[in-house]
């Protein structure tokens, strides 16, 4: 089952920053956070994922809590290509084999707006 | 870079028909998972396989199968096909991090 709570919607301006939370209260010491999106019926999209420090890629930054209850993703400038459902997701990794399999929950649909 | 393929894309079939789905991994990843998305639905995890054997069922109906076969590709049998099976199919490999496949979408008309 999902481990993960999301704001349903978000609305954010193009070029600007775009800040989708997610609350993991009963996130486990070995388990880290990863960060999908899905546009319009496409294959959900890796954006990133992580431990407990703050990471950052090409395309977002993830900010964790010191005590790894929530995080933060950041699309420093969104445009209209982001307009996706984006869904945190908590499970041990990253590695393959058993018990790796994702849960999905509700995700953030996130519409940047011209 | 090479990504996860699936096919076919898309399917139609009659209610009480079979459907295989196909998927081919990315090349060297062990690990396939599969996930069924119904409409306005998020992903739900069917079932996974590591090296060739099952590693994980979710909420798979029994008239599901799935197998990986000897090249890794793997197969997902549906049989018996009912309206409620209409969905988007995705499949996904891993070596550490995951990544999808397209999607098959079915409908069973």
């Known amino acids: 089952d999902a481990k993960t709570t999301q704001p349903t919607s978000m609305d954010c301006a193009e070029g600007r920053a775009a800040n989708l939370p997610c609350n993991h209260s009963t996130i486990s010491g070995n388990e880290y956070v990863y960060w999908y999106r899905q546009i319009h019926s496409q294959g959900p999209q890796y954006i990133i994922h992580g431990l407990k420090n703050n990471e950052t890629n090409e395309m977002a930054s993830l900010i964790i809590t010191e005590d790894r209850k929530s995080s933060t993703l950041i699309l420093p400038h969104a445009t209209l290509r982001d307009t996706a459902v984006y869904y945190c997701i908590v499970r041990p990794g990253p590695r393959s084999g058993t018990g790796n399999q994702f849960y999905f929950g509700t995700g953030t649909s996130l519409t940047v707006i011209p | 870079a090479a990504g996860v393929i699936q096919s076919p894309r898309h399917l139609i079939k009659e209610k009480r028909e079979t459907a295989t789905l196909k998927c081919y991994p990315i090349p060297r990843h062990d690990t396939v998972y599969w996930y069924q998305q119904g409409p306005g639905q998020d992903p739900q995890f069917l079932i996974s396989f590591y090296e060739k054997m099952q590693s994980d069922k979710g909420s798979i109906p029994d008239r599901f199968s799935a197998q990986q076969f000897s090249d890794y590709h793997s197969e997902l049998n549906m049989s018996s096909l009912e309206l409620g099976d209409s969905a988007l199919y995705f499949c996904?490999?891993?070596?550490?991090?995951?990544?999808f496949g397209p999607g098959t979408r079915l409908t069973v008309l």
């Open positions: 996904a490999s891993s070596l550490d991090t995951q990544y």
